[in-house]
């Protein structure tokens, strides 16, 4: 055997030796008794902490506060520790355990964020509210004439540019503020896809814009 072999060198595939903490995670948490009834304890309020944290940040955004913003986190963190023990045989060790459990809880914060807004939304997924937009964009006040034919412009794009699904991304996001894993769960997509979406969207109705002369071409200018 050779010496990269007696270090357990691995080939494609194989499992990462586990670093300590790790595999003391899960040993107990594949145990039984007592050891594995503490880890759960330990586990559920490593996971608690994180999702508070997590909510906490994003609530002000959300619009979401006290006991109902940390009902999420419970829950969140809930579901992840069902999650987490139910796939401890997936764990191959490619990252600390307590970094692996860490995508289980931000995963379950998105999806139970959401699933309220969607349930619960302060505002219709389907109104297009046009008239926050100046507010939301500081637009100066004495020089309303030229943004309101600004935004008439935008408006004409968005329903004559984008694709239905397109139109739906840019009105949720920059009309309505829904958040993003709303979206991921109404529409049956990923983070990524309504990403890639709302760019496609943004790069139509700059076009048309510069097009209509009511952007510079930035092109022209180099």
Not at 56 to 65: K, N, S
Not at 98 to 111: D, E, G, M
Not at 196 to 219: C, S
């Amino acid at each position: 055997m050779s010496p990269a072999d007696s270090r357990g060198t691995r080939g494609p595939g194989a499992a990462a030796v586990l670093d300590p903490e790790s595999a003391e995670w899960v040993q107990l948490l594949t145990g039984t008794g007592s050891g594995r009834e503490v880890a759960l304890v330990r586990l559920h309020e490593m996971l608690v902490r994180i999702a508070l944290g997590e909510v906490r940040r994003r609530g002000p955004q959300l619009r979401i506060a006290g006991p109902e913003l940390d009902d999420l986190a419970y829950q969140a963190a809930a579901d992840a520790l069902v999650a987490i023990t139910g796939k401890i045989g997936q764990f191959r060790g490619e990252s600390l355990f307590t970094t692996w459990a860490y995508k289980f809880v931000l995963l379950n914060v998105s999806t139970k964020i959401g699933r309220h807004f969607w349930r619960n939304p302060t505002v219709p997924l389907a109104t297009e509210d046009w008239d926050r937009l100046p507010d939301r964009f500081g637009f100066d006040p004495a020089r309303e004439a030229e943004w309101r034919d600004l935004l008439a412009a935008l408006r004409r794009a968005v329903n004559e540019e984008l694709t239905p699904r397109q139109r739906r991304v840019f009105v949720a996001i920059v009309l309505n503020d829904v958040p993003l894993d709303t979206l991921v769960i109404e529409l049956a997509s990923n983070r990524n896809a309504i990403y890639k979406t709302l760019f496609d969207a943004r790069r139509k109705l700059r076009a048309a814009l510069v097009t209509h002369g009511y952007l510079p071409d930035e092109l022209s200018r180099r």
